[in-house]
Each structure stands twice: as C-alpha cells, then as structure tokens.
C-alpha cells in the first residue's frame, strides 16, 4: 500500500515556473515507477511524466517536453515535477501516481494523490 500527497500547486503567471511534490508513505516507494497526470477542467486526465524506480528513465509528454523536468529521492520517498515556462494550457490539477511499470495509461497505475491545484494566468 502505498499513500501519496502532492503538495506545490499555485497560481503563477505565464512563463513561470512551480515545484510540484509528491511525498510517498510506505516502504516499497522506491520500487514503483511514478507517474504524474493532469487533468484540465472538462478534460480527460492526461499523461505528463514518469521516472523509472532509480530516476535512471523518464518519460514526457510531447505537449511539456523540455518545459517539464520529473525527478526522484528515494531516500526522502518523494516525487518532484519542475515545471518552467507555464503556459495558460497548462492549467489543471496535477496528480502523481505510482505503478509497477511505465505506462502513459492512467488506468494502469495503482495509487493515486488527490491532486494539486496548477492555475496560469495569461
């Protein structure tokens, strides 16, 4: 079992920038990949990036390419997402999850946070 908290989440204005946390509970942490999906209002929750257990792989969305940076501390059993360069677009809640293996399917992983809010003013 695995509990997740993100915390991070603001209103900043177009071309800034936010650390999102994900703070995990349990031992296991450094055995999952983790995943961090947004969902928009009236939109479906999407995929924006993974890290692999040893932070060795991760994984972007094209939409957040080279804006969005996934990083990990196993030793502090958390999760981060930098996010630079917010566009209006990216506004949503941002929610990070942990799985067995990579997968940009949000189905397919096994504990989710209950979201940090992300707002981007133009």
């Known amino acids: 079992q695995v509990q997740l908290v993100e915390s991070g989440g603001g209103l900043v204005q177009a071309g800034g920038s936010l650390r999102l946390s994900c703070a995990a509970s349990g031992r296991t942490f450094s055995t999952y990949v983790m995943g961090w999906f947004r969902q928009a209002p009236g939109k479906e929750r999407e995929f924006a990036a993974a890290i692999s257990w040893n932070g060795a792989n991760t994984w972007y969305a094209d939409s957040v390419k080279g804006r969005f940076t996934v990083s990990r501390d196993n030793a502090k059993n958390t999760v981060y997402l930098q996010v630079n360069s917010l566009k209006p677009e990216d506004t949503a809640v941002y929610y990070c999850?942990?799985?067995?293996?990579?997968?940009?399917?949000?189905?397919?992983?096994?504990?989710w946070g209950q979201g940090t809010q992300v707002t981007v003013s133009s």
């Open positions: 999850a942990a799985g067995r293996l990579y997968t940009n399917t949000a189905e397919r992983y096994d504990y």
